[in-house]
C-alpha cells in the first residue's frame, strides 16, 4: 500500500522545501505513525496524499509522529517537515510537551490523527484543532492486556471525547460517525472525508488466474485475521483442490501465521510476499478472483476499492465497521455475518464465475467515483482551511 513513497530513496527525495509564504497558514498533522513506519497503513496512507495535496495549495505542514529504526529526527521531504519523537505510547507526550513548549512554531491548524489513543492537542494549543477518526477501537483494546485495554478504552471513548467537546471532527465512514455519536460526540461537528483510491500504476494486467485465487492486501497484525482467511482455504481445499490464497503485507504478526499455516498444513495454499511494489500489487490484484478482508474492524478498507479498481469484487465482515459502506453487499461484493459464513460467501462466489464477474465489473465502475480531491475539499471544510 505504501510501496510508491517506499520505493524512492530518501536521498532523492531529502532537500529544503521550496520557500512558503510568511503568511500561509501553518498546518500541525499529529499521527502516531508516519509513511515509512514499519507499521505503516491505510491511515498514513491517507494523511499523505491529503497533506501533499495540502502542500500543492500552499498550505505549509509539519508532521509529527513516533521514531522507528532508520528514522530520523527531523527532515523535509517532498516539501513536507517532518518531526519524529518518542514511541508507541511516549510519543503522545513528546508532542504535548512540543506543543506546551512552542517548539513547532507558529501553528494555525492542528490536524490530530486519533488511532484509538488520542493526542487531546486542544489540552495545548490555542490552534484550531480538527480530530480525524478512522474506526472506533471498541473492539481491537481486547488485543493488549486488561489492563491497557481499559485505560485506552476510557482514553478514546471519555477523555476524548470530553476534551474535544465542540471540535470539529472528520469520519472516514458514515459507520464511523455514527459510533462518534454513539460516544458523545455532536453529529453536527462531524463531517465525512472518504478515502479516494490511489492513482493506479502502470502494470501488466493478469488474466484472472486459470484456478481459484484469493488474495489479501493486508498489514500481518492480530486485528486483520488472516488466520480467518487462511482457515476458509482449508474449508474449501477439497471442493477447490487448486484453491491458493496470496498475502501482501508484513507485520509483527508474521512468526504466528507462518506458525498457523503449517498447523493447517497449507504450505502449497498460502503464499506470503511480504511488502510489494504497487506495479506487483495490482499485478497480483487483477489475477485474482476474490479479495477478502476479514478484520475484527476496518474505519474504510482501502484495499477493497483497489481491488475493486481492477474488477476484484472483496468479502468482509458486516460488523467490521466502514467495510459496509465500501462494499454494497450483493452489489459489489459480499458481507458475511461470522466466519462460517464467511466460507460460504467465498465458496459461492468461487462456484459462480457470473455472479464473480458481474460484482467486479460494478465493483470497478464505483471505484471511480472515490477521489483524494473530494477527501481533501471535506478536510479543508471541517479545518476551516
Known amino acids: 500500500m505504501l510501496d510508491r513513497y517506499r520505493a524512492a ?5 531529502a532537500g529544503r522545501r521550496a520557500p512558503i509564504d510568511a503568511r500561509a497558514t501553518r498546518l500541525l498533522v499529529l499521527n502516531w505513525r508516519d509513511l515509512w513506519h514499519p507499521e505503516g497503513g491505510g491511515s498514513e496512507l491517507y494523511v499523505g496524499e491529503v ?4 502542500r500543492d495549495d500552499g498550505v505549509d505542514v509539519t508532521i509529527f509522529s513516533a521514531q522507528y529504526p532508520g528514522a530520523t529526527r527531523s527532515e523535509e521531504l517532498d516539501g513536507l517537515r517532518y518531526v519524529r519523537r518518542g514511541g508507541h505510547l511516549t510519543v503522545y507526550l513528546w508532542a504535548a510537551w512540543y506543543l506546551l513548549s512552542g517548539r513547532f512554531g507558529r501553528i494555525d491548524r492542528v490536524l490530530e490523527v486519533q488511532n484509538g489513543m488520542p493526542f487531546l492537542a486542544r489540552l495545548f494549543t490555542r490552534a484550531r484543532v480538527t480530530v480525524l477518526v478512522h474506526h472506533v477501537h471498541r473492539e481491537q483494546w481486547s488485543i493488549l492486556n486488561p489492563l491497557l485495554a481499559r485505560v485506552g478504552w476510557f482514553m478514546e471513548s471519555q477523555a476524548a471525547v470530553r476534551v474535544n467537546r465542540g471540535v ?3 469520519a472516514v465512514s458514515e459507520v464511523t460517525r455514527s459510533e462518534l455519536v454513539d460516544l458523545g460526540v455532536r453529529a453536527s461537528d462531524i463531517t465525512i472525508a472518504w478515502n479516494g483510491l490511489p492513482p493506479v ?11 481459484p485465487e484469493l488474495v489479501m492486501l493486508v498489514r500481518l497484525v492480530p486485528h486483520k485475521r488472516v488466520e480467518h482467511a487462511m482457515e476458509t482455504v482449508a474449508a474449501l481445499r477439497e471442493r477447490f483442490p487448486d484453491l491458493h490464497l496470496t498475502v ?6 508474521e512468526p504466528q501465521l507462518l506458525q498457523h499455516r503449517a498447523d493447517l498444513g497449507l504450505e502449497d495454499h498460502v503464499t506470503f510476499l511480504g511488502h510489494v511494489s504497487d ?3 495490482f499485478e497480483v490484484l487483477s489475477g485474482s478472483w476474490v479479495h477478502l478482508l476479514p478484520s475484527v474492524k476496518e474505519g474504510w478498507g482501502l484495499s477493497i476499492v483497489e481491488a475493486a479498481s481492477v474488477g476484484v469484487p472483496s468479502i468482509a465482515y458486516a460488523d467490521a465497521g466502514g467495510v ?3 462494499i454494497l453487499d450483493g452489489v459489489t461484493g459480499l458481507l458475511a455475518q461470522d466466519q462460517d459464513d464467511l466460507v460460504q460467501q467465498t465458496e459461492r462466489l468461487l462456484a459462480d464465475e457470473e455472479l464473480r464477474r458481474d460484482l467486479g465489473a460494478k465493483a470497478r465502475i464505483r471505484s471511480a467515483q472515490f477521489t483524494w480531491e473530494t477527501t481533501v475539499a471535506a478536510l479543508r471544510r471541517a479545518m476551516s482551511l
Do not use: I, N, Q
Not at 201 to 207: F, M, N, S, T, W
Not at 248 to 253: H, L
Open 9 to 13: 530513496t530518501r536521498a532523492r527525495r
Open 51 to 54: 497533506t501533499r495535496r495540502l
Open 168 to 170: 470539529s471532527y472528520v
Open 201 to 211: 500504476p502502470e502494470h501488466d494486467p493478469r488474466p484472472e488466474s486459470p484456478t
Open 248 to 253: 501482501m503485507g508484513s507485520g509483527w504478526w
Open 279 to 281: 506495479r506487483t500489487k
Open 324 to 326: 459496509c459502506e465500501s
